[in-house]
Every structure is written in C-alpha cells, then in structure tokens.
C-alpha cells in the first residue's frame, strides 16, 4: 500500500526535472531512464507483492500478521521440526536475541508459534511452529502463486519467467533468499 498525501505519492525519491511522474502509465521506460528507478522498481513490485498478500491474509482473519511476522516464521521453520533457539532466529534474521525474542512474543500471542523445552538442554527453550503457524505459510504459499498468476496475465507469463530468469541471473545466489531483509531496511 503506497503512502498517499492528497492523492501524491511519499518517501520516494524525485528527479524535479520531470514532469510525468515515476509510476505514471506515461513514464518513459527507456534506457535513458534515471538509474535510481531500478531499485525503486524492484523494491516496489517486492512491496505490492507483500502488501497484497498480507491484505488478502488479513480478509481471511490473520488481520495480526505481519511482513516481519513471514521473516521471523521462515527463521523458526529453519530450525525444522523440533524448533530453534530466539538466539539462532535473532541470527538469521539480522537482529538482536531481544529484538527477535520480541517478534516471538508476538508470534506466541497470535497464536503462530510457541516454545517447548529443548530435550537436548533443559537450559534453552526451543520456538517452533504451531499448526496455525503451518497453516498461514501455506495459505501464503497459495497467496503468492495466485500474486504470480495475475502478473503472468498482466505481462503474459513469459515474460514473468523471463524477469524471474533475468534476476537469478543476476542476484548473487548467496543473497536471493536472505531472511535478514528488516533488518537491512530497518533504522540504523
């Protein structure tokens, strides 16, 4: 969902020499176009992906769920079965054992995951998923390939492999499935 002040778009970055502006069905799309617009591109298919899952996640009862929330229950399921440490997710997601264990409080709230003792040291607790949990991955799974589907009948789904192929190509393999991205925008 784009920030909207008087029916303008906010937080974007602006080249004043043009008049049309970046997400006008008239802006040019040309190799002459600004450099800072591919990221901005890429970033805001990302953010109509997630926002549109999470509204569609929201309508179907998850209205607590969160883009963090996705992050934090890969970082969880990571783990497997038997579930990881708040230390090993705070690792995986790029962020402090107190900021992560805070995202798990919240997770154990809503009902997504919850803690159990790890049988290998009383010492440390184990979060992992719960069956709520399992099931909002997989309805977001489903989300994400109906999301898919209409920017294959929007672009034609040759092209969208095309993007998909062209990215793989160029995304280091090392980074294309990181799960640290909020803590990558997050403040400094």
Request: glycine residues 10%; aromatic residues 4%; negative net charge.
């Amino acid at each position: 969902m784009v920030d909207h002040v008087v029916g303008e778009n906010v937080n974007q970055v602006v080249d004043l020499g043009k008049e049309v502006p970046l997400n006008s069905p008239d802006s040019p799309a040309s190799p002459d176009s600004p450099a800072f617009e591919l990221p901005l591109l890429l970033l805001g298919g990302f953010r109509t992906l997630i926002d549109r899952l999470h509204a569609r996640l929201a309508d179907e009862g998850h209205s607590g769920f969160r883009p963090a929330h996705g992050f934090a229950m890969q970082a969880i399921g990571a783990g497997g079965p038997g579930g990881t440490t708040a230390s090993e997710i705070g690792r995986r997601l790029g962020v402090s054992k107190q900021a992560a264990g805070k995202t798990v409080d919240r997770l154990l709230a809503l009902g997504y995951a919850e803690r159990a003792d790890d049988p290998a040291d009383a010492r440390r607790k184990l979060v992992r998923l719960t069956p709520q949990g399992h099931a909002v991955l997989a309805r977001s799974a489903a989300v994400f390939d109906e999301l898919r589907a209409e920017w294959s009948a929007a672009l034609g789904a040759d092209r969208v492999r095309a993007l998909e192929t062209d990215l793989r190509n160029v995304v280091p393999a090392e980074t294309a499935f990181r799960l640290d991205a909020t803590s990558w925008l997050g403040t400094p």
